[in-house]
């Protein structure tokens, strides 16, 4: 079983800073692509970043240059730093990961989300 559990979120001004971080752990044997995305209320769930194995990064366009994606694969580990963060950006931010279990099993695991708000 494999779970990705995130953290970091919270209430921040505009303009403000937030790191999320989210670790996968369990049955895994290797992790290709991380992401984060993100689902404002009424609205659809929407890429915010990814992140390959190798470190090829793509972004939203509205989040580019205010948000960079990185990842430690040492420790199975995805980060989103969101700088200059504007109310729009208010979401619950989820994790994303597209990897191989030890049972040779390619899955595609969510984390459980965590809120992002902030205020004008």
């Known amino acids: 079983q494999v779970q990705l559990v995130e953290s970091g979120g919270g209430l921040v001004q505009a303009g403000g800073s937030l790191r999320l971080s989210c670790v996968a752990s369990?049955?895994?044997?290797?992790?290709?692509?991380m992401g984060w995305y993100r689902q404002a209320p009424g609205k659809q769930h929407d890429l915010v970043a990814t992140i390959t194995s190798g470190g090829s990064t793509n972004y939203a366009d509205s989040v580019k240059g205010r948000f960079t994606i990185s990842r430690d694969n040492a420790k199975n580990t995805v980060y989103l730093q969101m700088n200059s963060l504007k109310p729009e950006d208010t979401a619950v931010y989820y994790c994303?990961?597209?990897?191989?279990?030890?049972?040779?099993?390619?899955?595609?695991?969510w984390g459980q989300g965590t809120q992002v708000t902030v205020s004008a």
């Open positions: 369990g049955s895994i044997s290797s992790i290709n692509a």
């Open positions: 994303n990961a597209d990897l191989v279990s030890r049972g040779y099993r390619r899955l595609r695991p």
